[in-house]
């Protein structure tokens, strides 16, 4: 195990299987096995697991999204004081898409140790395994519940290279995607369900045909959409109106070429920049 922070006390940032209690490390069963705390976002789900995994815990604590707030000062006198907690989600590596990241950072404030303990990560599980470009990627973490939250956030990463990751739930996924189709354009799409799991399954299709890919899907899913497809380079007449546009809106003609790269296709910010001494 580390040894000891400046204040005597460490954090263990421990992943738990996703679904499959086979990949429940030897590492993480003796961290949770030799923690102080164990910090837990549902106290019965990680008992049951660490139970069924024969991993005898000396003390949970519900540390959660709606408590972490009123939890953190505690669990930080804690570690100060030189005792050590172990932090786990439902599933998967902690902080990704869940509760903690406050914690760690005030940890790392305040001297305290912080650990990793990696292992098994839903993002990087479903990439790894459904064929679309792997590098670079963007996980998205949980969807806005909300259209509007959902269209702002598909729109924001548009012309971002490379694949994106995202959780949904199943009752709102058809929805998600259609969305994502009608604001990202046409890309590959793998529909990643319980991982590691009995039923685990990889639906490849298209993003346009994702309403009938989408239909009647169970349990727990995690999206990867392929990167953008090349669908040529905007016109020099387009190109110009939209630089046009950005220099009116102001601000200094570097800054307004890139607001115009984003906005184009197969253009990039020099050559709009180059443009502007004509305009």
């Not at 702002?152 to 490379?162: H, M």
Request: glycine share 8%.
């Amino acid at each position: 195990m580390p040894s000891a922070s400046p204040t005597g006390g460490v954090l263990w940032i421990v992943a738990t299987p996703l679904g499959n209690p086979g990949d429940f490390s030897p590492r993480a069963r003796q961290t949770l096995a030799e923690a102080d705390l164990v910090l837990a976002e549902d106290t019965r789900r990680a008992g049951l697991l660490c139970a069924q995994c024969g991993v005898s815990v000396r003390r949970f604590v519900s540390f959660h999204d709606h408590n972490e707030a009123e939890k953190q000062p505690e669990v930080l006198r804690h570690l100060e004081a030189g005792g050590s907690a172990a932090l786990i989600s439902d599933a998967g590596t902690p902080l990704v898409a869940d509760p903690g990241y406050r914690l760690v950072r005030a940890c790392r404030a305040a001297g305290v140790r912080v650990v990793p303990v990696p292992g098994p990560s839903a993002p990087v599980t479903a990439l790894s395994a459904a064929g679309l470009p792997p590098l670079p990627y963007t996980f998205l973490g949980f969807l806005p519940r909300d259209a509007a939250g959902r269209a702002a956030l598909f729109s924001a990463f548009r012309r971002t290279p490379g694949s994106l990751i995202f959780f949904e739930r199943k009752d709102r996924l058809r929805e998600s995607l259609a969305q994502a189709a009608e604001i990202l354009g046409p890309r590959e799409l793998a529909i990643c369900r319980e991982l590691t799991k009995t039923h685990e399954e990889f639906i490849l299709d298209r993003l346009e045909n994702a309403a009938e890919a989408a239909a009647d899907l169970l349990g727990e899913i995690t999206v990867v959409i392929g990167p953008p497809e090349q669908t040529g380079r905007s016109s020099d007449e387009e190109a110009l109106a939209v630089l046009r546009e950005e220099l009116n809106d102001g601000g200094k003609p570097r800054e307004c070429a890139r607001r115009a790269a984003a906005r184009l296709e197969g253009w990039t910010s020099k050559e709009l920049y180059a443009l502007t001494r004509d305009i």
